[in-house]
């Protein structure tokens, strides 16, 4: 068990929603959002970090009811608690979703494009459109050259300036449901290398499917380039290469522009470790 401070609080909590549930082998570990307090075989108790995360967990729960309820080839985690306030904290218990991360670099392309066609696939009802940001809409683009770009340092201005609007100015392609962080941890795999499921659904909007793409580059862009068609990889590289999907998708989900002085340091540690990586 973590020896984080804040644990006993984050257990009890996790108690509080999970009675009868022994949580002797439970675990905490934090994501950009939520603190999460691991109970294996059970459940995942997700604990809002601040007051905008905490806000905004009813209607993320309802995306996950729906995305959970969509027939998809894998598991998604399902809310087993209504979303319940510990004084300024939201939190709710989810269910748990076997497998691991895969490191770095592997990932089995059959496997990967399968994932990738499943989350694109998703027929998006009205309900889940009216749950759902559209990026479009919000001139996300405009956002970022307008308020980061400026704040980088000038190495770096002209060329984030020329690949933001280079990814601005993409012919649209019909918006879908897009998971928007398929990062490393959200999303579990077998021993043997079969998906199994896809956790965290909170940055989820509808947008291009090529955001995805781009996301499962930790599998390697070879890997990615196997696993989807041309277009759809020319289009992944080409969001990617502007300021790096990942940080691209802190917009494109709905959030407002915050810390940017933090938000803009990272853009610049990712700009100078890739600095010499060309768009294919």
Same mark, same amino acid.
């Given at each position: 068990m973590t020896a984080d401070p804040a644990a006993g609080e984050l257990l009890e909590i996790a108690a509080a929603l999970l009675p009868g549930h $022994? @949580?002797?082998?439970?675990?905490? $570990?934090?994501?950009?959002?939520?603190?999460?307090? @691991?109970v294996p075989g059970t459940a995942a108790v997700r604990v809002s970090r601040r007051p905008s995360s905490a806000r905004e967990m009813p209607r993320r729960m309802e995306v996950l009811r729906e995305v959970a309820g969509a027939g998809l080839p894998f598991d998604v985690p399902e809310p087993l608690t209504p979303v319940t306030w510990f004084g300024e904290r939201a939190a709710v218990a989810v269910s748990w979703v076997e497998g691991a991360e895969l490191p770095e670099g592997q990932g089995d392309p059959g496997e990967i494009g399968k994932l990738l066609r499943a989350v694109r696939e998703v027929g998006v009802t009205p309900r889940l459109s009216g749950l759902l940001h559209a990026p479009r +809409?919000?001139?996300?683009?405009?956002a970022l050259l307008e308020e980061v770009v400026p704040e980088l340092p000038e190495r770096w201005r002209d060329r984030c300036r020329r690949r933001l609007e280079a990814a601005r100015d993409l012919e649209p392609v019909p918006d879908v449901l897009v998971h928007g962080d398929l990062c490393a941890s959200n999303v579990h795999w077998s021993t043997d290398g079969r998906l199994i499921g896809v956790l965290d659904w909170d940055q989820a909007h @509808?947008?291009?499917?090529? =955001?995805?793409?781009? @996301?499962?580059a930790w599998h390697g862009w070879d890997n990615v380039k196997a696993a989807v068609d041309p277009e759809t990889y020319r289009r992944a590289r080409i969001y990617d +290469?502007?300021?790096?999907? &990942?940080?691209?998708?802190?917009?494109?989900? &709905?959030?407002?522009?915050?810390?940017?002085?933090?938000?803009?340091?990272? =853009?610049? +540690?990712?700009?100078?470790?890739? $600095?010499?990586?060309? =768009?294919?």
């Open positions: $022994s @949580l002797a082998d439970a675990r905490v $570990s934090g994501g950009n959002l939520h603190h999460v307090v @691991l +809409a919000a001139k996300w683009a405009e @509808l947008f291009d499917p090529a =955001i995805d793409a781009a @996301l499962m +290469a502007s300021i790096g999907v &990942g940080h691209l998708v802190g917009v494109l989900d &709905g959030r407002p522009l915050t810390n940017i002085d933090v938000f803009v340091r990272s =853009i610049v +540690a990712w700009l100078d470790e890739t $600095s010499n990586d060309e =768009i294919p």
